[in-house]
């Protein structure tokens, strides 16, 4: 058993919240009972989500992306109200670390994309950056942009989409997970092989041509499913608590 406010203490100091400007507030969103044995993590607060933790006896659900956006109406009803009236019905935490489960360098969804890829000297995607939201990293030998998008789709899962460029080969990759295609312009800046991001638009299709750099669209919810995973077992270790992850296979 541990103690709610420990976790969250731990979860701030080690991913340092409080230093990212981002767009929903990091760490503690609901508050549940403070004696934590089971954690739940999942990509999403969705109600299957909510409703996995409340099958498996979890006290806190741990997610990527969870509530009070930015822009968001401020009334609770609908189908957030829903879930947020069962969180609090069944005593749950939710708990909910955004950018910071992005960067971290070991337990972040983009560490997770350089170790799954066997990415090499890992830089920041914006060196102006004091804790980087995208990375850049090299393959051990370069690939065709076919060979590169074979490995991606067979390393994440993921029916890949390739928007090419005339570059023949790829060694030096840029990335950043999620909702992040827009950051092809830096990694065009970095002279960048490819780009690695989870979603696509249409505007993407012509950057990628008139840049000259390649982009795999990995999907967002495949390309993020990592992070939660690897912040629950940090936190398993360090409280001696229980944690299980819960997948929804979401396609986009």
């Known amino acids: 058993m541990a103690n709610l406010n420990d976790i969250i203490l731990w979860c701030n100091q080690t991913l340092k ?10 760490g503690l969103q609901i ?15 969705s109600q299957d989500a909510i409703d996995a933790a409340i099958e498996q006896g979890a006290d806190l659900l741990l997610v990527h992306h969870g509530y009070f956006w930015k ?11 829903k879930r947020i009236k069962t969180l609090i019905q069944h005593n749950i935490s939710l708990v909910g ?71 023949k080969q790829i060694h030096k990759v840029g990335y950043c997970t999620g909702a992040a295609q827009d950051f092809i312009l830096k990694a065009a800046e970095q002279n960048c092989d490819a780009y690695i991001s989870g ?9 990628a041509k008139e840049l000259n750099i390649h982009y795999y669209a990995c999907g967002h919810h495949a390309t993020e499913k990592y ?26």
Do not use: W
């Open 199 to 207: 979603e696509v638009s249409e505007r993407t299709f012509y950057e």
């Open 31 to 45: 508050e549940g009972q403070h004696n934590v044995d089971k954690i739940l993590c999942a990509v999403t607060a």
């Open 227 to 252: 992070g939660v995973q690897r912040l629950a077992k940090a936190i398993s270790e360090q409280f001696g608590i229980e944690y299980s992850y819960f997948e929804l296979n979401n396609p986009i």
């Open 17 to 26: 919240s409080h230093e990212f400007k981002d767009y929903a507030p990091n």
């Open 97 to 167: 670390y955004h950018l910071p489960l992005d960067s971290h360098p070991s337990l972040g969804n983009n560490a997770a994309i350089a170790d799954l890829l066997q990415l090499e000297n890992i830089e920041a995607l914006d060196p102006t950056e004091k804790h980087p939201i995208g990375n850049i990293g090299y393959l051990s030998e370069s690939l065709s942009p076919e060979e590169f998008k074979r490995l991606l789709t067979q390393r994440l899962g993921f029916n890949t989409i390739h928007l090419a460029a005339e570059k």
């Open 71 to 81: 822009g968001e109406a401020y009334p609770i009803t609908g189908m957030r109200g």
